[in-house]
């Protein structure tokens, strides 16, 4: 077909082919309207970087066979926050949280996310897993990599609400990272001081050893023997030093951990509550309504030409078609009819 003739087809069923796509755009319109319209409220954050414990790379390893970390935390890096927003504790706690609720009559009067969001189960513990599956959905994060910031998107069918989630999440996130770096924190003050101990015995011990040498040997720089021999000596007194010092800054520094409370993220924007809703998009719907509609009249147009000119120059051909499409009619509503109970074959 030429595109004359292709023109020619689409003017001749020019009423299906202008008339559906403006039907197919109305009932898009119509469709959105009836759409319960949603906002997404976002607030953005950066993580704070740890501060890095720089050391000679000797006694970092050192401190590594003790088990203690110098280097950077990778529990800290925004990928890491960003999967945690959808963690499972994160979530419940959510759901469980009491929210001004925006269907209340009273303007004071709140609810818990479960009961807002509607989420029914069969007990708490099924009504909390299928609202996990529903909070997740209404969440989504994004993570710059150069800058190291993070964005968090929450969407709701009230803009308050949105604003409210989204902040709280930050709060739990906070808390969350706090009691974790606390409770890690602990734990290693709790090593360290065990370690310290032992690292001060073998320091005395060290320190004896030497001091015994030099009473009982106070020419040793006339034989070279001797001279070795203190060198091992006092070097074993360095290393142990070393230890001992390093486990000391590892327990203050723990102890400073253990109660520090600070928030561990830098809120960048706060959220708050949107003015646009974000779905649904009533022009683009409408725009893809009469794009569907308008290929569908070209494609309908073609087809009907199509099938008017076999039914003219081809009329056995299409006869035997008709013929077959009556027969096959027939046959599937027989067969339709006898599997329904009560039917009786005629």
């Given at each position: 077909?030429t595109?004359?003739g292709?023109?020619t087809?689409?003017?001749?069923?020019?009423?299906l082919v202008?008339?559906l796509?403006?039907?197919t755009?109305v009932?898009?319109?119509?469709?959105?309207?009836?759409?319960?319209?949603?906002f997404?409220?976002?607030?953005?954050?950066?993580?704070?970087?740890?501060?890095a414990v720089?050391?000679?790379?000797?006694?970092?390893g050192i401190?590594?066979q003790?088990?203690?970390s110098?280097?950077?935390?990778?529990?800290?890096s925004?990928?890491?926050?960003?999967d945690?927003l959808k963690?499972?504790?994160?979530?419940e706690?959510l759901?469980?949280s009491?929210?001004?609720?925006p269907?209340?009559a009273?303007?004071?009067?709140?609810a818990?996310l479960?009961?807002?969001?509607?989420?029914?189960?069969?007990?708490?513990a099924?009504?909390?897993?299928n609202?996990?599956?529903?909070l997740?959905?209404l969440?989504a994060?994004?993570?710059?990599?150069?800058t190291g910031?993070v964005?968090?998107?929450?969407?709701?069918?009230?803009?308050?609400?949105a604003?409210?989630?989204?902040?709280r999440?930050?709060?739990?996130?906070n808390?969350?990272h706090?009691r974790?770096?606390?409770?890690?924190?602990?734990?290693r003050?709790k090593f360290?001081e065990?370690r310290?101990?032992?690292?001060?015995?073998?320091?005395?011990?060290a320190?004896?050893?030497?001091?015994?040498?030099?009473?009982?040997?106070?020419?040793?720089q006339?034989a070279p023997?001797?001279?070795?021999e203190?060198g091992r000596?006092?070097?074993q007194?360095e290393?142990?030093?070393e230890?001992?010092?390093?486990?000391?800054?590892?327990y203050e520094?723990?102890r400073?951990?253990e109660?520090?409370?600070?928030?561990?993220?830098?809120v960048?924007d706060?959220?708050?509550?949107?003015?646009?809703r974000?779905r649904?998009?009533?022009?683009v719907m409408?725009l893809?309504?009469f794009?569907?509609?308008?290929?569908?009249g070209?494609f309908g147009?073609v087809?009907?030409d199509?099938l008017?000119?076999?039914q003219?120059?081809?009329?056995?051909?299409y006869?035997d078609?008709a013929?077959?499409?009556?027969?096959?009619?027939r046959?599937?509503?027989?067969?339709?009819?006898?599997?329904?109970p009560?039917?009786?074959?005629?």
């Amino acid at each position: 077909m030429t595109l004359l003739g292709l023109a020619t087809v689409l003017l001749r069923h020019r009423r299906l082919v202008l008339g559906l796509p403006v039907a197919t755009s109305v009932v898009t319109a119509g469709i959105s309207l009836l759409m319960h319209p949603s906002f997404t409220a976002t607030t953005t954050f950066v993580p704070e970087a740890p501060s890095a414990v720089r050391m000679p790379s000797g006694l970092a390893g050192i401190a590594g066979q003790l088990g203690l970390s110098v280097g950077g935390d990778a529990t800290r890096s925004p990928r890491f926050y960003a999967d945690v927003l959808k963690s499972r504790e994160l979530l419940e706690r959510l759901l469980l949280s009491r929210y001004l609720d925006p269907r209340a009559a009273q303007p004071n009067d709140s609810a818990r996310l479960l009961d807002i969001l509607q989420i029914r189960g069969r007990d708490l513990a099924d009504s909390l897993s299928n609202g996990l599956g529903i909070l997740q959905s209404l969440v989504a994060t994004q993570v710059d990599n150069q800058t190291g910031m993070v964005r968090l998107n929450v969407t709701s069918w009230y803009p308050d609400l949105a604003a409210a989630i989204a902040n709280r999440f930050i709060d739990y996130l906070n808390d969350f990272h706090t009691r974790k770096r606390q409770s890690q924190a602990r734990e290693r003050r709790k090593f360290v001081e065990q370690r310290i101990t032992a690292a001060e015995l073998e320091l005395r011990a060290a320190e004896e050893e030497l001091r015994t040498f030099y009473e009982r040997n106070r020419s040793y720089q006339q034989a070279p023997q001797l001279v070795f021999e203190e060198g091992r000596l006092r070097r074993q007194v360095e290393i142990r030093q070393e230890v001992y010092l390093t486990l000391k800054r590892e327990y203050e520094t723990a102890r400073i951990e253990e109660v520090n409370d600070t928030p561990v993220i830098t809120v960048i924007d706060p959220a708050v509550p949107p003015q646009q809703r974000s779905r649904p998009r009533r022009t683009v719907m409408v725009l893809l309504g009469f794009l569907l509609g308008a290929i569908l009249g070209g494609f309908g147009a073609v087809g009907a030409d199509y099938l008017h000119r076999v039914q003219r120059e081809e009329r056995d051909v299409y006869g035997d078609l008709a013929s077959l499409l009556a027969s096959t009619r027939r046959d599937v509503t027989r067969t339709l009819r006898s599997m329904l109970p009560g039917q009786h074959h005629r």
